[in-house]
């Protein structure tokens, strides 16, 4: 499986910004799907992004739609998660996780449908 380490969390104030990086190592990254999940406390982790192995497609929760940005850099085995307007609601610890994908235009948005996860990163939003 590939290992997977975030960073770039860490403490903004509304409306402010911050980007997470995924940084993966193990196995040939472009080989696998990504996707960006969180959990805040006392609730469940909820999907928050995904892109495909090539990056060509993205996916995202409503609640993050046009504020959040994943993206990846095969050469860099990274993937992205740039946080734009961030809300205090966005306070979590935010996970990546990766899937083997077979096909190049597939994303999934399931935890289930992923088999490696990194430790998480904490990102905490002051109103």
């Known amino acids: 499986q590939v290992q997977l380490v975030e960073s770039g969390g860490g403490l903004v104030q509304a409306g402010g910004s911050l980007r997470l990086s995924c940084a993966a190592s193990?196995?040939?990254?472009?080989?696998?799907?990504m996707g960006w999940f969180r959990q805040a406390p006392g609730k469940e982790r909820e999907f928050v992004a995904a892109i495909t192995r090539t990056g060509g497609s993205t996916y995202y929760a409503d609640s993050v739609k046009g504020r959040f940005t994943i993206s990846r850099d095969n050469a860099k085995n990274t993937v992205y998660l740039q946080m734009n307007t961030l809300k205090p609601e966005d306070t979590a610890v935010y996970y990546c996780a990766a899937r083997r994908a077979y096909y190049s235009d597939i994303y999934y948005s399931t935890q289930s449908d992923f088999s490696s996860w990194g430790q998480g990163t904490q990102v905490t939003v002051s109103s």
């Open positions: 193990g196995r040939t990254f472009s080989n696998y799907a």
